[in-house]
């Protein structure tokens, strides 16, 4: 059996707009030295408590998604703290499938085309 491999390069940040980043103390601490900030400041700025979690990431405006991680480079379309970015992120898919490949299999299924990427989408009235 061959271990599918994912290039996050070519993904248009999926799993950055989950409604739920999970942030952990060592996370907080990690992001704010790679920001020059105290661990308190850094949480106060990029955290928020709901969902039951002491802490999450906080979100912004994202074009494609509605809502994305606050850490989102929507121009670059990549994260902008890749290097100190939330044990949540470089854990991900972990043990199961990404959910923007499984969205691009049913779609190129359904269009019976390899190569088909759905770049536009919109609401039919």
């Given at each position: ?20 980043i ?81 969205f ?5 299924s ?7 990427i759905a ?7």
């Open positions: 059996m061959t271990k599918t491999t994912y290039d996050c390069s070519k993904c248009p940040g999926y799993c950055c707009a989950y409604p739920v999970t942030v952990t103390k060592r996370d907080i601490e990690r992001i704010a030295r790679h920001l020059a900030l105290s661990p308190e400041q850094a949480e106060a700025k990029f955290c928020r408590k709901d969902h039951g979690y002491k802490r999450i990431i906080r979100r912004k405006t994202d074009e494609h998604f509605g809502r994305i991680c606050r850490f989102f480079d929507s121009g670059n379309r990549n994260c902008s703290i890749y290097k100190a970015r939330p044990a949540a992120c470089r854990n991900y898919p972990g043990e199961g499938r990404c959910g923007y490949y499984d691009l299999t049913f779609e190129r359904g269009q019976k085309d390899e190569d088909y770049t536009t989408w919109h609401n039919e009235d």
